[in-house]
């Protein structure tokens, strides 16, 4: 059986501070998948993140749009992407996870490797914000992936004002036999398409 989350909230996988739940998967034969990877959950208020300015580079322009989960944001240079990142207003579920009413996703926050550095990451996090407000959110959550974390992207976002609440383990896996007799596996905790 696959279960594409777990279900609390923004959480992907097992959090480090569910112990019991890591123990009880491995007494079931689960163990990480050394495929996966552990991210931090990073999130906080709003209110720390100031309004977009002045271009960091002349010729900039952000363009909202449509993307597969929700609204998605672009920096072009001309017709040139040069960064985006994409954004889910409602975390509730239909109103079916309330105490989740106000906050948003970040979801992929990438800046082109030739332009970081430049204030486009940060110019991309203050249009996602000001639209958030507009939408009625206050908080926000997003994950960001050990190596990213580690190549900086955690001071980036606490430049902001955002802490890691929560650090988790994805994709937990269980040999099992199949009905071809060849091995197969169990997932836990892996994100859907």
């Not at 959950?41 to 709003?46: E, F, P, R, S, T």
Request: with cysteine.
């Amino acid at each position: 059986m696959r279960i594409p989350w777990l279900p609390a909230g923004p959480l992907r996988g097992v959090p480090d501070a569910w112990p019991h739940v890591a123990d009880a998967l491995r007494g079931a034969g689960y163990y990480p998948d050394p495929r996966e990877h552990r991210e931090a959950l990073y999130g906080g208020w709003l209110t720390s993140v100031p309004a977009p300015a002045d271009p960091p580079i002349d010729g900039l322009t952000v363009q909202c749009v449509v993307g597969t989960c929700g609204t998605r944001f672009r920096v072009l240079f001309g017709d040139q992407e040069l960064g985006c990142c994409g954004v889910v207003t409602d975390l509730t579920h239909r109103r079916m996870s309330p105490a989740l009413q106000g906050w948003a996703w970040l979801d992929d926050l990438l800046v082109q490797e030739g332009w970081r550095n430049r204030g486009i990451g940060g110019r991309l996090v203050k249009y996602t914000v000001a639209w958030l407000r507009l939408a009625g959110c206050d908080r926000v959550v997003l994950a960001v992936a050990d190596d990213d974390e580690t190549a900086g992207a955690g001071r980036f976002y606490q430049r902001f004002g955002w802490r890691v609440f929560a650090r988790e383990t994805h994709g937990w896996i269980r040999d099992v036999p199949t009905k071809s007799g060849k091995p197969g596996q169990n997932r836990v905790g892996k994100r859907s398409p």
